[in-house]
């Protein structure tokens, strides 16, 4: 970990104003990212992105220096927006354990010149929630099934199934537009 931002850090842990907005300029992008992804709509985003900043702030005593600062964060973000989900949605857990099919861990293949970030991210936005939260967690964060489960509150099982369904709506999804896009033209 570079040395500055070692200072920065403990600069927050004592509540110095001028090293949190400096956290917050460096990493403000990038975790704001990861609630649009979690969220339907730009303004549930920069709720939940404020919450997360204010939990950040209040827990940066607990960063050890182990790992990569980053990814702490991340995985506060990543929290704040299960559990604002969690609020939201009153009766959360559901469980839907249905064998996926051979093909469900085939990879979703998006050409990128065919699609800007943001119609992609609105083509996940577009999915059932519990859908949007496993496809963000598994495909984006790097998450196993196991920690979704425990994360979400639902068995692996359903973690795998609602992983693959989402990325069959999301072909479905891309196959359409595609196919509006090609008549357009």
């Known amino acids: 970990m570079d040395e500055n ?9 004592e509540n110095r104003r001028s090293a ?10 990038s975790l704001f990212s990861v609630c649009l992804r979690y969220t339907n709509n730009y303004e549930d985003a920069q709720d939940i992105f404020q ?15 182990e790992g990569s600062f980053e990814g702490w964060l991340r995985r506060i973000m990543v929290n704040c927006c299960i559990e604002k989900h969690r609020v939201k949605n009153h009766l959360y857990v559901i469980n839907e354990e249905i064998t996926p099919d051979d093909n469900s861990e085939d990879e979703l293949e998006l050409e990128s010149e065919h699609y800007t970030y ?10 059932p929630d519990r859908y949007q939260q496993v496809f963000n967690l598994y495909a984006i964060e790097g998450y196993s099934h196991q920690q979704i489960s425990e994360m979400l509150q639902i068995s692996v099982g359903t973690s795998k199934s609602n992983l693959s369904r989402a990325r069959e709506k999301l072909k479905e999804l ?6 509006i896009k090609v008549m357009s033209k």
């Open 5 to 13: 931002l070692k200072i920065l850090i403990r600069q927050c842990q």
């Open 20 to 29: 949190q907005s400096e956290i917050y300029k460096l990493y403000s992008a």
């Open 51 to 65: 919450d997360g900043f204010i939990m950040i702030f209040n827990k940066i005593n607990q960063f050890r220096f």
């Open 118 to 127: 943001d119609e992609i991210l609105e083509f996940v936005r577009s999915l």
């Open 174 to 179: 891309i196959k359409k537009n595609t196919d």
